[in-house]
């Protein structure tokens, strides 16, 4: 009975990655990747939030400078491993939904490039339906 549950389960997980028969590890490998991709766009977002609350302090000219450098030095790297990690998954799993939609927010929200995101939002609802 586990055993049916199981692969009922897995099933239904290799659907929503657009792709059949998945193997156990290949789900692992997609959350994982998920996950660190998911990570490397948060930090996109609060290095961004954080360039732009040093910029809002109206004390010491001279630290702000250095802060700033900083957190632009912080979100060009995380730009960078994210822009990467995306470009992998993209390339691996071409046919997920949820991963297309990810991609669609990164492309709002750090690039700020609503043409691209409307290319992802409509290769994920190709995928959906």
Same mark, same amino acid.
């Given at each position: 009975?586990?055993?049916? $549950?199981?692969?009922?389960?897995?099933?239904? $997980?290799? +659907? /929503?990655?657009?792709?059949?028969?998945? %193997?156990?590890? =290949?789900?692992? !490998?997609?959350? /994982?990747?998920?996950?660190? *991709?998911? #990570?490397?766009?948060?930090?996109?977002?609060?290095?961004?939030?954080?360039?732009? %609350?040093?910029?809002?302090?109206?004390? +010491?000219?001279?630290? &702000?400078? =250095?802060?700033?450098? /900083?957190?632009?030095?912080?979100?060009? &790297?995380?730009?960078?491993?994210? /822009? $990467?990690?995306?470009?992998?998954?993209?390339?691996?799993?071409? *046919?997920?939904?949820?991963?297309? #939609?990810?991609?669609?927010?990164?492309?709002?929200?750090?690039?700020? &490039?609503?043409?691209?995101?409307?290319?992802? #939002? !409509?290769?994920?609802?190709?995928? !959906?339906?």
């Amino acid at each position: 009975m586990y055993a049916l $549950k199981r692969k009922a389960a897995q099933d239904s $997980k290799s +659907s /929503t990655l657009g792709q059949d028969g998945l %193997r156990a590890i =290949d789900l692992m !490998e997609f959350d /994982t990747g998920l996950e660190k *991709t998911r #990570r490397y766009h948060m930090h996109c977002l609060s290095s961004m939030k954080g360039f732009w %609350r040093v910029l809002a302090r109206q004390n +010491s000219k001279n630290s &702000s400078v =250095d802060d700033l450098l /900083t957190k632009l030095d912080e979100w060009e &790297s995380a730009l960078r491993h994210a /822009t $990467k990690e995306y470009g992998w998954m993209l390339e691996k799993y071409q *046919t997920s939904a949820q991963l297309l #939609r990810m991609h669609a927010a990164f492309c709002d929200d750090v690039l700020n &490039s609503e043409r691209k995101a409307m290319v992802q #939002r !409509e290769k994920a609802k190709q995928f !959906e339906g």
